[in-house]
C-alpha cells in the first residue's frame, strides 16, 4: 500500500525558514520522481518543485534560490527546504509521486501527501 505521510509546515514570520518531510511507504522512492505542489486559496495547484530518480532537481521561478528539495533514499524521505519565505508562499503543501522516474507534470502526481498548511505573516 502506497502512503506519502507530510509532517512540517506552520506559521512564520516573512524571511523565516521552514521544512517540509515526505515519509514514503510501500514503495522505494528512488525509482520514481517526487514532486512537491502547493494550492493557495482561489488559486491553481503550482508545481514547487521536483527532484528526478537520477537526482535532476526542478524549481518553479517562485521558489528558485529560495527552496531546495532532497530525498534520504536510506529513509525513504524527500524534503522541502524552504528558506526567505514571503508572504505569496502562504499555500497548503503537498507531496506527491510522480508517474515517471525523469519529471514531475504540473498536473500532479499518482499518490499524494495529506497537505500541510503553511502560513507567512508579513
Known amino acids: 500500500q502506497v502512503q506519502l505521510v507530510e509532517s512540517g509546515g506552520g506559521l512564520v514570520q516573512a524571511g523565516g525558514s521552514l521544512r517540509h518531510s515526505c515519509s514514503a511507504s510501500g514503495f522505494t522512492i528512488s525509482e520514481y520522481a517526487m514532486g512537491w505542489y502547493r494550492q493557495a486559496p482561489g488559486k491553481e495547484r503550482e508545481l514547487v518543485a521536483h527532484i528526478s530518480a537520477g537526482g535532476m532537481r526542478y524549481y518553479g521561478d517562485s521558489v528558485k534560490g529560495r527552496f531546495t528539495i532532497s530525498r534520504d533514499n536510506a529513509k525513504n524521505t524527500v524534503y522541502l527546504q524552504m528558506n526567505n519565505l514571503k508572504p505569496e508562499d502562504t499555500a497548503v503543501y503537498y507531496c506527491?509521486?510522480?508517474?515517471?522516474?525523469?519529471?514531475?507534470?504540473?498536473?500532479?502526481?499518482?499518490?499524494w501527501g495529506q497537505g500541510t498548511q503553511v502560513t507567512v505573516s508579513s
Open positions: 506527491a509521486r510522480c508517474r515517471s522516474s525523469v519529471i514531475c507534470s504540473p498536473g500532479g502526481g499518482d499518490y
